[in-house]
């Protein structure tokens, strides 16, 4: 894989994990429109469904961050093991 292809492949992921957080963020407003209607029972339910999302987002942000640290450490040692071919 190409440096290229690879920031093509976080940005991506990063469009993706944008889309996710504003439907979670809708669902997050359901559910706190459900409570003021007095809908317990189905804001619990949603409830429920909004922390898987959440939960998923956070897998998903933590392995974006895995990733571009990856990627900034290799293009760091890269420019220096250039920069010492320079001198």
């Known amino acids: 894989v ?3 292809q690879e920031v093509d492949h976080l940005a991506k992921e990063l469009k993706n994990v944008s889309t996710a957080h504003k439907t979670y963020e809708l669902h997050v407003k359901d559910v706190t429109q459900l409570l003021t209607a007095g809908n317990l029972p189905g ?3 949603l409830a429920g469904k909004v922390e898987i999302e959440e939960e998923a987002l956070n897998h998903k942000i933590e392995g974006l961050l895995f990733e571009v640290s990856r990627f900034t450490a290799n293009a ?3 420019a220096k093991a ?3 071919f320079a001198i």
Do not use: C, F, H, T
């Open 43 to 45: 804001a619990r339910k």
């Open 2 to 4: 190409n440096k290229r």
């Open 82 to 84: 250039l920069e010492k």
């Open 76 to 78: 760091s040692q890269k």
